[in-house]
C-alpha cells in the first residue's frame, strides 16, 4: 500500500466517522471519531471468534502496520501539530505566568512520574500483575506529561479565564519535552542498554534537550522571520512557517536536542512584537487559517488511529484490573503533582483551588503516550502497561475530556478573561 492508498483510507474512514458524528453522537469531532472507531475496534475483537474463516484484524493491522503510528506521530506530524498549538497561545498571558508554566511543565512532571511510579510499583502485585520499578518508571514518563493535541484542543470549547488558558496550553507544550527526556533514561535502564546513569547525566541531558532545544527554536524563528521581514508575500510567508516548522523539528533530532521544545518556541515566536512586524496582517490570518485546517485535520487523523490501536492489545483479566487501577492513580498523581508544582502560589492565594481543580482534571493524555506506549520491547511487561497507558488515554479523553466543560461552568460562571487564575 502506497502512501496516497494510505491517506485515501484514513480521509474516507474520517469523513464517514465524521459524518456519523454529526448526524448521532454530536460530540466535537476529534473525541467523536475517537469513540467511533473505538466502537468499530471492539466490535472487530468481539465478531473475530465468530469467524474463523475469516481474519476480520487482517485489513486494521495493516493499516496500522503501514502507519506506525510511534515513527509517523513523534517524527512527523508531532511538529506540525506543536507548531500550529503553538500559535494559538496568548504569549503575553503566557509570558506573564511562565513560572506557574514552568513549575508545572518541568517540577509537575518530575513529581507525576516519581508519584504514579511508586503507586504502581506497589499496586499492581495486588491485582496480579507485578512490574518491576524501573518499569513502574518508564509508565510514569509516559503518562505524566499532559497531551497538547488534546489539551489545545479542549481549550477552545472552554470559557477558562485568558490566563488559566495559558497556563494550560504552555505547560501541555512544554511537559512533553521533560517527559521524553525521562522516557529515553529510563527506558535505557529497563531494557539494559544503558547499565547506570547518574544524577549529573540526567542534568545534562535535560540541559541539552529542553534548554538547548528551546534556544535552537528561538534561534530558527528569528531566522526564518529575519527573512521574510518585508516581504509582502502571503505565500511565501506560510511556505517559511512550513519550513520553520518541520526544519527545526528535524535539526533538533538531529541534533540530539529536544524537537517538541524546540518546535514550540518557534511557533511562538510568531507572537513576538518582532514576529507582528515581520508579517503583515493579511498574511497572518491566512496563516492562521492555514494552520487552523492543518490542526484540525490531523487531529481527526491521529484520533482515528488511536480508537483503532486497541487492535494491538490482547485483553487479560489482570490487565483490565491494572488499567483501571492506573486510572486511578493517574487522576490522583496528577492532582498531587500540580498541588506540589504550584504549593507557593496556592499558599498565597487560596481562591487557585479552582484551577488546582481544572489543571487536575483537564489533565489529558493522547497520541504521544500511546506512540511512547507502542514503542515498548516485546513481552509481558508490555502486555500490562500497553493496556494501562491505553486506558488512561481514552478515560482522559472521554470521560475528562467530555466532562470539563460542566465542570468549567460550575467552577467559574462567566468569568472575565481578567479573572483569577
Given at each position: 500500500?502506497?502512501?496516497?492508498?494510505?491517506?485515501?483510507?484514513?480521509?474516507?474512514?474520517?469523513?464517514?466517522?465524521?459524518?456519523?458524528?454529526?448526524?448521532?453522537?454530536?460530540?466535537?469531532?476529534?473525541?467523536?471519531?475517537?469513540?467511533?472507531?473505538?466502537?468499530?475496534?471492539?466490535?472487530?475483537?468481539?465478531?473475530?471468534?465468530?469467524?474463523?474463516?475469516?481474519?476480520?484484524?487482517?485489513?486494521?493491522?495493516?493499516?496500522?502496520g503501514?502507519?506506525?503510528?510511534?515513527?509517523?506521530?513523534l517524527?512527523?506530524?508531532?511538529?506540525?501539530?506543536?507548531?500550529?498549538?503553538?500559535?494559538?497561545?496568548?504569549l503575553?498571558?503566557?509570558?506573564?505566568?511562565?513560572?506557574?508554566?514552568?513549575?508545572?511543565?518541568?517540577?509537575?512532571?518530575?513529581f507525576?512520574?516519581?508519584?504514579?511510579?511508586?503507586?504502581?510499583?506497589?499496586?499492581?502485585?495486588?491485582?496480579?500483575?507485578?512490574?518491576?520499578?524501573?518499569?513502574?518508571?518508564?509508565?510514569?514518563?509516559?503518562l505524566?506529561?499532559?497531551?497538547?493535541?488534546?489539551?489545545?484542543?479542549?481549550l477552545?470549547?472552554?470559557?477558562?479565564?485568558?490566563?488559566?488558558?495559558?497556563?494550560?496550553?504552555?505547560?501541555?507544550?512544554?511537559?512533553?519535552?521533560?517527559?521524553?527526556?525521562?522516557?529515553?533514561?529510563?527506558?535505557?535502564?529497563?531494557?539494559?542498554?544503558?547499565?547506570?546513569?547518574?544524577?549529573?547525566?540526567?542534568?545534562?541531558?535535560?540541559?541539552?534537550?529542553?534548554?538547548?532545544g528551546?534556544?535552537?527554536?528561538?534561534?530558527?524563528?528569528?531566522?526564518?522571520?529575519?527573512?521574510?521581514?518585508?516581504?509582502?508575500?502571503?505565500?511565501?510567508?506560510?511556505?517559511?512557517?512550513?519550513?520553520?516548522?518541520?526544519?527545526?523539528?528535524?535539526?533538533?533530532?538531529?541534533?540530539h536536542?529536544?524537537?517538541?521544545?524546540?518546535?514550540?518556541?518557534a511557533?511562538?515566536?510568531?507572537?513576538?512584537?518582532?514576529?507582528?512586524?515581520?508579517?503583515?496582517?493579511?498574511?497572518?490570518?491566512?496563516?492562521?487559517?492555514?494552520w487552523?485546517?492543518?490542526?484540525?485535520?490531523?487531529?481527526?487523523?491521529?484520533?482515528?488511529?488511536?480508537?483503532?490501536?486497541?487492535?494491538?492489545?490482547?485483553?487479560?483479566?489482570?490487565?483490565l484490573?491494572?488499567?483501571?487501577?492506573?486510572?486511578?492513580?493517574?487522576?490522583?498523581?496528577?492532582?498531587?503533582?500540580?498541588?506540589?508544582?504550584?504549593?507557593?502560589?496556592?499558599?498565597?492565594?487560596?481562591?487557585?483551588?479552582?484551577?488546582?481543580?481544572?489543571?487536575?482534571?483537564?489533565?489529558?493524555?493522547?497520541?504521544?503516550?500511546?506512540s511512547?506506549?507502542?514503542?515498548?520491547?516485546?513481552?509481558?511487561?508490555?502486555?500490562?502497561?500497553?493496556?494501562?497507558?491505553?486506558?488512561?488515554?481514552?478515560?482522559?479523553?472521554?470521560?475528562?475530556?467530555?466532562?470539563?466543560?460542566?465542570?468549567?461552568?460550575?467552577?467559574?460562571?462567566p468569568?472575565?478573561?481578567?479573572?483569577?487564575?
Open positions: 500500500m502506497n502512501a496516497l492508498g494510505l491517506f485515501a483510507i484514513l480521509a474516507t474512514l474520517s469523513t464517514l466517522f465524521g459524518i456519523v458524528n454529526h448526524r448521532t453522537l454530536r460530540l466535537p469531532m476529534t473525541i467523536g471519531v475517537l469513540a467511533i472507531s473505538l466502537c468499530v475496534s471492539l466490535a472487530i475483537m468481539a465478531l473475530d471468534p465468530l469467524i474463523p474463516s475469516y481474519d476480520l484484524h487482517l485489513i486494521p493491522r495493516a493499516v496500522l503501514a502507519v506506525d503510528l510511534p515513527r509517523t506521530l517524527d512527523g506530524a508531532l511538529s506540525l501539530l506543536l507548531f500550529a498549538g503553538a500559535m494559538q497561545v496568548d503575553h498571558h503566557m509570558v506573564s505566568r511562565m513560572v506557574s508554566v514552568t513549575a508545572l511543565a518541568v517540577l509537575g512532571t518530575v507525576a512520574v516519581g508519584l504514579l511510579a511508586v503507586s504502581a510499583w506497589w499496586v499492581f502485585p495486588l491485582v496480579g500483575a507485578p512490574v518491576p520499578f524501573v518499569w513502574c518508571v518508564v509508565l510514569g514518563a509516559i505524566a506529561p499532559t497531551d497538547p493535541v488534546s489539551v489545545v484542543g479542549m477552545r470549547r472552554l470559557g477558562l479565564p485568558a490566563p488559566l488558558q495559558a497556563i494550560f496550553a504552555g505547560e501541555s507544550l512544554f511537559n512533553d519535552g521533560v517527559g521524553v527526556v525521562i522516557f529515553g533514561v529510563t527506558i535505557g535502564l529497563a531494557t539494559g542498554e544503558t547499565a547506570a546513569v547518574s544524577a549529573a547525566d540526567i542534568a545534562s541531558g535535560f540541559l541539552i534537550q529542553a534548554v538547548g528551546g534556544l535552537l527554536g528561538a534561534l530558527t524563528g528569528w531566522v526564518a522571520l529575519r527573512l521574510v521581514r518585508g516581504v509582502e508575500d502571503a505565500h511565501i510567508d506560510l511556505l517559511a512557517t512550513l519550513a520553520l516548522a518541520s526544519g527545526t523539528f528535524a535539526l533538533a533530532n538531529s541534533l536536542m529536544s524537537g517538541p521544545i524546540a518546535v514550540v518556541v511557533g511562538m515566536s510568531l507572537g513576538t512584537r518582532y514576529g507582528q512586524e515581520a508579517i503583515r496582517a493579511h498574511s497572518r490570518a491566512e496563516i492562521l487559517a492555514f487552523s485546517v492543518v490542526d484540525e485535520v490531523l487531529n481527526v487523523l491521529l484520533f482515528l488511529l488511536i480508537g483503532f490501536e486497541i487492535l494491538e492489545i490482547t485483553p487479560r483479566l489482570s490487565s484490573l491494572a488499567t483501571l487501577a492506573v486510572i486511578v492513580l493517574s487522576i490522583v498523581a496528577r492532582g498531587l503533582s500540580v498541588l506540589c508544582a504550584t504549593l507557593p502560589v496556592y499558599l498565597r492565594n487560596r481562591d487557585r483551588w479552582r484551577a488546582l481543580v481544572v489543571l487536575t482534571w483537564g489533565g489529558l493524555r493522547g497520541g504521544i503516550s500511546v511512547l506506549a507502542l514503542g515498548l520491547p516485546a513481552g509481558p511487561l508490555r502486555d500490562t502497561l500497553l493496556p494501562a497507558c491505553y486506558g488512561v488515554v481514552v478515560f482522559t479523553i472521554l470521560v475528562q475530556g467530555l466532562t470539563m466543560e460542566r465542570l468549567v461552568g460550575r467552577l467559574y460562571r468569568v472575565a478573561d481578567g479573572g483569577n487564575a
